[in-house]
């Protein structure tokens, strides 16, 4: 018997089925997801759970990118407000769970073949973030397409919601500007306007110093009653995030804004609180003041008031108050402050210090025949302690920086940081302008300047029997307590020199006994000059003196005694007898001698 065996082989045919991960149903605009916004508020009151898995590229691309938007997904809603807030919160990538960027585009109509977005942004928000858009029209549908920045398998899960924002205020635009009065000159904002730019939008033409920063800009007008105008605001702080704002303005005369020139503008007053004082005002003139906050995409709660304010005359160079320009010592000074500065049209801090402030007030000075003049700035208050000080030479229309300085006055505080600027080689006739600013914000007040020509010494007084001086009052009525007061006879002779070092000596009064016998005077064998001053203040209270004698005085009393090699050997004894021809009275004190007193 045969046996027929049979062996069938059967191959099985493995096939791996290759995966198709199904898009998401918001994979296209046609199928855009609807949703509703949610009321304003500094975070979602109810989130929207996205994410960008298996999602493939929609065409049109978006204006902002061609690539990276391989991954978009789609949502809709209707706008119930003129303005809207889209808030991005836990954006993560997929693939390594750390935190990952969201590009998104806002349309009004983009299933329309070519449509255009209205906004579009590749790198919109990391891990969290906001954004603020205005101009929407209420009933009009919207679409938001979301993106993970970066392209490839690159995916990202997010939560969003989109916020109405409320209504513009009123006075959103410079036609409905709220009229504010302004409190009268030395005003402390004891009525606030308690306000913020919630809901605000852009009014065009953009400020000359906004950098589109007026994109939540509110309007006020005012009618000057003075020449200048405080803007003082407190308790600025964000709105849509948190801590401080920092204030913006730009303020035009007469009419709404035609263009993007401005009377003032400056978009940071600084943060959270802080004050802005405009000069050039016309009295009787309507002026509209724009307020925003610095920087775009934000919103901030704010209160201000308008404070009127008188502006110094010579708060800018047209102004510049002339110095009087005295021989040999700073005789005629000038009382100033800068309470009531602005800074100056095309000015901003001083060349030789970054550190001042460019509030400034202006002086002038002509150039006496000697070519040489010194200016320099004195305390008169402990409180003003530090100014700085540029020279220009040309006029006020075309300036040229000449000097500089920041702390050159040799006298001890509060003096000592004060500037003094010493021109020498200058065209005699010539006039110099002075720009004096604070160093620091507490450096506004008052101060003395003055200006002399170092090389024109006037005589030393001849003096007679006990002749009396000029009488002359140190005290802060005359703000000439912390600079040195020269004493002349009544020929403009000088006798001495007083500092009273921050005291009230009152009226001073001084007489000058000079020897002319010939005969060198001396007290127990001890020669002493052939001069006695006698100062007396109406103050017993301390003070520096600088007393002034002729060289043939001091070589009299080296003939005589041939050890005084120089004055700085020179002793000065105090005693209690007013003017007298030779030493006498008691209490014989020595006074000590300082170098260059």
């Known amino acids: 018997m045969r046996l027929s065996l049979t062996i069938v082989i059967v191959f099985a045919l493995l096939v791996s089925p ?15 997801t609807v949703i509703s916004t949610v009321p304003f508020g500094t975070s979602c009151s109810s989130l929207v759970n996205a994410n960008t898995l298996n999602a493939t590229q929609s065409s049109p691309n978006p204006s902002c990118t061609s690539s990276e938007n391989n991954d978009d997904i789609w949502y809709k ?78 995916t990202a899960s997010f939560d969003f919601c989109v916020q109405d924002v409320q209504a513009a205020p009123v006075n959103d635009e410079c036609i409905n500007a709220a009229s504010v009065v302004p409190q009268v000159a030395g005003g402390n904002c004891t009525s606030l306007i308690v306000t913020t730019t919630v809901g605000a939008t852009r009014s065009l033409p953009n400020p000359s110093c906004s950098n589109d920063f007026n994109d939540d800009d509110i309007w006020y007008s005012f009618v000057a009653a003075t020449n200048g105008i405080r803007i003082n605001f407190s308790n600025a702080r964000q709105v849509l995030g948190s801590g401080n704002a920092n204030v913006g303005y730009a303020l035009y005369e007469n009419n709404c804004p035609v263009s993007e020139a401005t009377f003032s503008c400056n978009n940071n007053i600084g943060g959270g609180s802080g004050s802005e004082l405009i000069g050039g005002l016309t009295p009787g003139n309507t002026y509209y003041l724009s307020l925003f906050s610095f920087g775009t995409n934000n919103y901030m709660t704010f209160d201000f008031c308008l404070i009127n304010e008188i502006i110094i005359e010579n708060d800018e160079c047209s102004g510049a108050i002339n110095l009087p320009v005295t021989n ?32 400034d007030v202006w002086f002038k000075a002509v150039v006496p025949s000697s070519g040489n003049i010194i200016v320099q700035t004195s305390a008169v208050n402990t409180n003003i302690n530090e100014l700085v000080m540029e020279a220009y030479s040309g006029n006020c229309g075309a300036l040229v920086l000449i000097a500089c300085d920041d702390n050159g006055n040799p006298d001890p505080a509060p003096s000592v940081l004060h500037p003094r600027i010493t021109l020498t080689g200058r065209t005699p006739g010539e ?28 005589a030393v007084s001849p003096g007679g029997n006990c002749v009396t001086a000029n009488a002359v009052t140190i005290n802060a009525a005359n703000n000439n307590q912390y600079m040195w007061v020269p004493v002349f006879d009544n020929a403009g002779n000088i006798v001495a020199e007083i500092y009273a070092d921050g005291n009230d000596l009152g009226t001073v009064g001084t007489s000058l006994f000079t020897n002319t016998s010939g005969t060198v005077r001396d007290i127990n064998g001890k020669y002493y000059l052939d001069r006695n001053v006698a100062i007396v203040p109406a103050n017993n209270v301390s003070a520096k003196v600088r007393l002034y004698f002729t060289s043939n005085e001091f070589f009299a009393l080296q003939a005589v005694d041939p050890s005084i090699i120089s004055t700085s050997i020179l002793g000065i004894t105090k005693t209690d007898a007013n003017c007298q021809p030779d030493f006498s009275g008691g209490g014989n004190t020595p006074i000590a001698v300082a170098a260059g007193v």
């Not at 302008?433 to 006037?458: H, Q, T």
Request: net charge neutral; charged share 10%; hydrophobic share 35%.
């Open 77 to 154: 809603f209707t706008a119930s407000s003129a303005s809207i807030i889209i808030r991005f919160a836990n954006v993560t990538n997929n693939a390594t769970g750390s935190r990952a960027t969201m590009g998104y585009a806002l349309y009004d109509a983009p299933c329309v073949s070519g449509a255009a977005n209205i906004y579009c942004n590749n790198i919109g928000s990391a891990g969290a973030g906001y954004k603020v858009f205005d101009g929407l029209s209420i009933g009009r549908e919207y679409y938001f397409r979301f993106w993970s920045t970066l392209t490839g398998t690159n």
């Open 328 to 359: 040999g010592f700073c005789s005629s000074p000038v009382n100033s402050s800068l309470a009531s500065a602005t800074t100056s049209a095309g000015f901003g801090s001083p060349s030789c210090t970054a550190l001042s402030s460019s509030e």
């Open 18 to 32: 290759t995966a198709h991960a199904q898009a998401p149903s918001n994979d296209e605009c046609t199928g855009a």
């Open 431 to 458: 006039v110099i302008y002075f720009r004096v600013m604070g160093k620091g914000n507490i450096n506004d007040g008052p101060f003395a300047i003055c200006a002399w020509n170092p090389s024109e010494l006037p």
